[in-house]
């Protein structure tokens, strides 16, 4: 099983203080009375509607009630498995290339894992990947500073943290991938 991330082990540590609930209690409760353990969404959702948590502390209970139920958190493979499922799969190839890109930014490149996009992160998260519209595929980039002047930004528009994006062409070749480096390399440096 992964580790738990500063985050998540954070806001377990915290529950009882903030909640009245320790983590464990937490999982009783939704194992007792809650939705489905293994049906992440539904217990989000009823602990948001039920007893009014907050997100993170959503995310955290919903998780370790899902775990304690048998269920494994994947692998960034296996979430890029999920995300590029059926019809998305012809795009997988155009995302290994961006994520092998993105790696050679620098050592501390972590592609994660979650459940609609894969995010490239340094000490905080830089870009996200995943399905766009219409076959392509989404890049989102987060910039806290300066924009690179390229004409394919466009503001996100509620994608993963990012700020910008652009879309690449299913067909994209190598050359489009080596077009995206610097936009790429702007957001690496903004967030590290």
Not at 119 to 140: N, S, Y
Not at 160 to 176: F, G, M, V
Request: charged share 25%.
């Amino acid at each position: 099983m992964p580790e738990p991330t500063d985050l998540t082990a954070a806001v377990a540590a915290s529950l009882s203080e903030r909640t009245g609930r320790t983590l464990q209690e937490w999982v009783a409760l939704v194992r007792d009375d809650g939705p489905d353990p293994l049906d992440q969404n539904a217990v989000r959702r009823w602990l948001k509607e039920r007893y009014g948590l907050l997100q993170n502390t959503q995310w955290t209970i919903a998780f370790a009630a899902a775990e304690a139920a048998g269920w494994r958190r994947p692998d960034v493979d296996g979430y890029a498995d999920q995300v590029y499922a059926g019809a998305k799969a012809g795009l997988r190839p155009l995302h290994e290339a961006v994520v092998a890109a993105a790696r050679c930014l620098g050592d501390d490149v972590e592609p994660q894992g979650r459940s609609t996009y894969i995010p490239l992160v340094r000490k905080t998260q830089f870009a996200a990947i995943a399905p766009g519209p219409r076959g392509t595929l989404r890049i989102g980039f987060r910039y806290r500073t300066a924009v690179p002047d390229d004409p394919r930004l466009a503001p996100a528009k509620g994608f993963a943290q990012a700020t910008h994006w652009i879309h690449l062409a299913p067909d994209s070749d190598d050359e489009d991938v080596r077009s995206i480096e610097s936009l790429l390399a702007a957001a690496y440096d903004q967030n590290g």
